[in-house]
């Protein structure tokens, strides 16, 4: 499959099967997804791989960060428990998840260059996910910005989390979404 392949077939998936991605094939994936340009000297990412043994608890981490953000403040009471049960399984139906985390720094224009990076890597390690026949869905959910969910995840201070990739093996694959001709939005000077 060339790139222009994997780029136009690529999809989010949000359907997984039940099989587990192990951390083998994910660390493969990342080796090759590092190779990402960045403009610093320093690599400015590190992941964080969750899968069967540490599920529960993550899970569980979310449910708390998202009842402390107050998410479902406007719903009663009955729906919020419902909520809470319905994310908790949305959760155990995805196989693993992926954090990516970046070191922020505080000057504007490096923490720019270092979050287009890290960005970068993420649609690295997605079509390269494809490619192998695994499915992924870039996720930056409420329950990322949450400091005390950072912080039991073990990020430092100066770490933000710029995406969780859900992944897995497809259950099924959605049609392509249009897109809008790059024509129609391209400008010459």
Sequence with gaps: MSIAEVIRERRSIRDFKPDSIDEAT???????AVWAPFHSKNEPWRFIFVSKPGKERFIQMVADSYLRMDQYKSMPPEQRSQLGAKLKAAFHAVPAFLLVIMKESESRKRWEEDFAATSALIQNFMLLAWEQGVGTVWKTNPYIYDRLFCDNM???SDEKIVGVVQLGYPAELPEARERVSASQLFTVL
């Excluded at 994910?26 to 090759?32: A, G, I």
């Design 26 to 32: 994910v660390l493969s994936l990342l080796e090759d």
């Design 154 to 156: 073990c990020l430092q």
